[in-house]
C-alpha cells in the first residue's frame, strides 16, 4: 500500500517579521542541544547550539532559548528573509553518550 | 575547508542489488556518523565511528546493512541486497571530539531509489 509520510509542522511569516520554532525534548539526561537547517537538496546545517547550563544564546539573527524545567527548546529568527525558508530540526546529545537524536523538524515558509 | 562529501549524489538500483554509498569527512574530524532520512521516520542514526572503530551499530536496521571505516578519510555504506525500503537519502556527518561536545557537520547526502 502507498506508505504516510510525516506531515511538518509548518510555520509561515511575513518577510521582515520574526519566527518562533518550537521543540519538546523528552530525556532530561540531555544535556548539549542544536539547532540545523535543512534546504532542499541538502543536508542538515548547523545553526546555534546551547548547553544545559545556559537558558540562552545568541547568535546572529538567531536566539536559543532553553527551558529544561518544562524540556522546550525554541528557536527565534530576527527580521526574516526569503533565504531562511527550510525545514529547521532541532537535536539532543544525552550526557555520556554520542549521536545526536533529531526532531521531526518545522517547515518554514517565508512570504514576501 | 571542503565539508563533508558524500558519493555519489543519486543512486538508483534494482532490488537485489549491492549497493556502496561513500563519505569523506572534515579532516581531523575524529567521529563519523551515518544517518538515513526518510518522511516516515526523520533522521535515525544508523552507526557511528570513532577513531575508525565503529562504537555504536544499534541502528543499523539488519544483516543486510554494513559500514566500514578503513582509515580516517574514508567510510562506506554497504546494503547487500537492497531493497525497496532502503530507498531514502542516507547523509553522512563528521564531529571534532563527539557530539557531547561539538556539532555533527552534515554531507549533502546520496539519495537512493530501490525499484
Known amino acids: 500500500g502507498e506508505s504516510v509520510g510525516l506531515h511538518l509542522p509548518t510555520l509561515s511569516v511575513q518577510e521582515g517579521d520574526n519566527s518562533i520554532i518550537n521543540c519538546a525534548y523528552s530525556?532530561?539526561?540531555?544535556?548539549?542541544f542544536i539547532w540545523y537547517k535543512q534546504e532542499s537538496g541538502k543536508g542538515p546545517q548547523f545553526i546555534i547550539d546551547?548547553?544545559?547550563?545556559?537558558d540562552k544564546r545568541q547568535g546572529q539573527r538567531v536566539t536559543v532559548l532553553l527551558n529544561k524545567t518544562v524540556k522546550h527548546l525554541s528557536l527565534q529568527i530576527a527580521a526574516t528573509q526569503p533565504g531562511d525558508s527550510a525545514v529547521y530540526f532541532c537535536?539532543?546529545?544525552?550526557?555520556?553518550?554520542?549521536?545526536?537524536?533529531f526532531g521531526k523538524g518545522t517547515h518554514l515558509i517565508i512570504q514576501p | 575547508d571542503a565539508g563533508v562529501i558524500q558519493s555519489p549524489r543519486h543512486e538508483v538500483t534494482e532490488m537485489g542489488q549491492e549497493v556502496t554509498l561513500r563519505c569523506k569527512p572534515i579532516s581531523g574530524h575524529d567521529y563519523l556518523f551515518w544517518y538515513r532520512q526518510t518522511m516516515m521516520r526523520g533522521l535515525e542514526l544508523l552507526i557511528y565511528?570513532?577513531?575508525?572503530?565503529?562504537?555504536?551499530d544499534s541502528g543499523m536496521p539488519e544483516d543486510r546493512f554494513s559500514a566500514k571505516m578503513p582509515n580516517a578519510s574514508f567510510s562506506t555504506l554497504k546494503i547487500q541486497p537492497s531493497e525497496p525500503r532502503d530507498s531514502a537519502v542516507y547523509f553522512c556527518?563528521?564531529?571534532?571530539?563527539?557530539?557531547?561536545?561539538?556539532?555533527?557537520?552534515f554531507g549533502n547526502g546520496t539519495r537512493l531509489t530501490v525499484t
Open positions: 565511528f570513532n577513531n575508525n572503530v565503529p562504537i555504536d
Open positions: 530525556n532530561s539526561a540531555s544535556d548539549y
Open positions: 546551547i548547553r544545559s547550563n545556559m
Open positions: 556527518a563528521s564531529s571534532f571530539q563527539g557530539t557531547a561536545n561539538s556539532p555533527l557537520h
Open positions: 537535536a539532543e546529545n544525552v550526557r555520556g553518550a554520542d549521536g545526536l537524536t
